[in-house]
């Protein structure tokens, strides 16, 4: 298919099915081709959401080795790089979550490792929850979760989930693909949004595994999709493979906005980055304290971007910024 035919059949907001992001995906990410398929991108995602762009703001609960052991992550108990659990008081949550609002954060993101105490998590959010504005987005970021805890944790005022199926899942994890779609389904079924994202991406994933991953994410009417490199934590096998290159990444990021549907608002990549933001992102996070991309204790003193830094990149990229509470998870 001509990049023209492509870009054609993009405004005509016609669906593309694996075989044509497959083709897309296969352009050098340095080429005429692509840098058209970013400007679409762009064009998109500024044309769905009136050229203002969105920040989250992820804090976590506890920093402690992993036995999921997700190769990718920072976490994982094999790689021994946290040796000891630490986790934050509720105070300290809500003075993390009370920051991020002032700051203007558009959703508030609440994570933990896959092992924190579920009941744990539902009180220290009910404490977050009650000590912040009532039209401020709250959302969860924690491991797979049955219908019930799906429902307490609409109960305790999230308005939504991330959780996202991630490339070789069950291969460079230890957790179920399917266990990782139903949690999906359940979030869904008791009026969770969700959130989620094609990552994390390496150089070793094929156009077509990211062509599938792209239509997965697309498939469940997300909040927003998007794509994110994997960053390599050093002295991990994964480091050994390496990073694809921002400009790869911000391929992606627009393949993936030009292969969902227009139906869905937002469309993420991280880490943040200007290329990402021309290239159809209209959502970043910001993040601060444990994080599974890094080494540090508190990301803020490493990877992590702020809600501040995150907006100048948008505005670096031509983007005005949302100024309300998050439009990806309203219902
Ligand atoms: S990604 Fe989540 S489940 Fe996997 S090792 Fe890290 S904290 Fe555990």
């Known amino acids: 298919m001509e990049i023209n035919d492509i870009l054609q059949k993009s405004r005509d907001t016609e669906p593309f099915d694996k075989d044509e992001l497959i083709e897309m995906l296969s352009f050098p990410p340095d080429s005429t081709e692509s840098y058209l398929l970013m400007a679409e991108a762009n064009r998109i995602s500024k044309e769905l ?35 000891h659990e630490t986790e934050i008081s509720p105070e300290e949550a809500v003075s993390f979550a009370k920051q991020f609002e002032r700051d203007g954060a558009n959703a508030i993101f609440v994570m933990t490792t896959a092992n924190y105490p579920f009941s744990k998590f539902i009180e220290v959010s009910q404490e977050i ?4 504005r009532n039209e401020t987005t709250l959302i969860a970021n924690i491991g797979d979760q049955s219908l019930e805890n799906a429902k307490k944790l609409k109960q305790a005022g999230y308005a939504g989930v991330y959780h996202a199926l991630r490339l070789r899942e069950g291969i460079d994890t230890s957790l179920s693909p399917e266990n990782r779609k139903k949690s999906i389904r359940n979030f869904q079924e008791v009026g969770l949004k969700v959130g989620t994202c094609v990552e994390p991406i390496g150089p070793e994933h094929t156009n077509e595994e990211i062509a599938e991953l792209i239509l997965f994410t697309g498939s469940f009417n997300p909040s927003y999709s998007g794509a994110a490199r994997r960053i390599a934590i050093p002295g991990t096998e994964m480091a050994s493979i390496g990073m ?29 980055c200007t290329l990402g933001g021309i290239a159809g992102a209209n959502l970043f996070w910001a993040e601060v304290g444990a994080n599974p991309r890094d080494i540090k204790e508190r990301t803020e003193e490493g990877r992590g971007e702020s809600v501040e830094s995150c907006r100048n990149i948008f505005r670096e990229c031509g983007w005005d910024i949302w100024e309300l509470s998050s439009r990806y998870y309203l219902s």
């Open 49 to 83: 959401t009136e050229n203002k762009a969105e920040v989250h703001a992820q804090f976590s609960l506890n920093l402690a080795p992993c036995a999921c052991n997700c190769s990718f992550c920072s976490f994982a108990k094999k790689y021994g790089i946290f040796e």
């Open 129 to 132: 929850k009650k000590n912040l």
């Open 244 to 272: 694809i290159s921002e400009l790869r990444m911000a391929q992606i990021v627009a393949v993936t906005r030009i292969g969902i549907p227009k139906t869905v608002l937002g469309n993420c990549t991280h880490e943040p």
